[in-house]
């Protein structure tokens, strides 16, 4: 059984910095994906980034270059650098996997909340 368990959120001010960390669990395969997803009060679940087994990465245009998703392949560990936080990355962050096949399955950590103020 995948389990996913992120850590590392709180609060931060505006300006700066915070990393979130998600270890995952159980039988994992070589050809995954995994991502941190978000979401703000009264707004839908989105994308952040992700990055591929091979590293490959990808980025919500507004975090790009602020924001940098990494893996430790022998810990089954993803993280995301979040730097320059504005009020506007206050959300639960979800940590998610799955592969790079047809109808593979999806797997959701329980959130850890973000909160950016002064």
């Known amino acids: 059984q995948v389990q996913l368990r992120e850590s590392g959120g709180g609060l931060v001010h505006p300006g700066g910095s915070l990393r979130l960390s998600c270890i995952v669990s159980?039988?994992?395969?070589?050809?995954?994906?995994m991502a941190w997803y978000r979401q703000a009060p009264g707004k839908e679940r989105e994308l952040v980034a992700d990055?591929?087994?091979?590293?490959?990465?990808n980025y919500l245009d507004s975090v790009k270059g602020r924001f940098t998703i990494s893996k430790d392949n022998a810990k089954n560990t993803v993280y995301l650098q979040m730097d320059s936080v504005s009020p506007e990355a206050t959300a639960v962050y979800y940590c998610?996997?799955?592969?790079?096949?047809?109808?593979?399955?999806?797997?959701w950590g329980q959130g850890t909340q973000v909160t950016v103020s002064s």
């Open positions: 998610y996997m799955s592969y790079r096949f047809p109808s593979a399955p999806s797997y």
């Open positions: 159980g039988t994992i395969f070589r050809n995954n994906v």
């Open positions: 990055i591929t087994i091979g590293g490959t990465t």
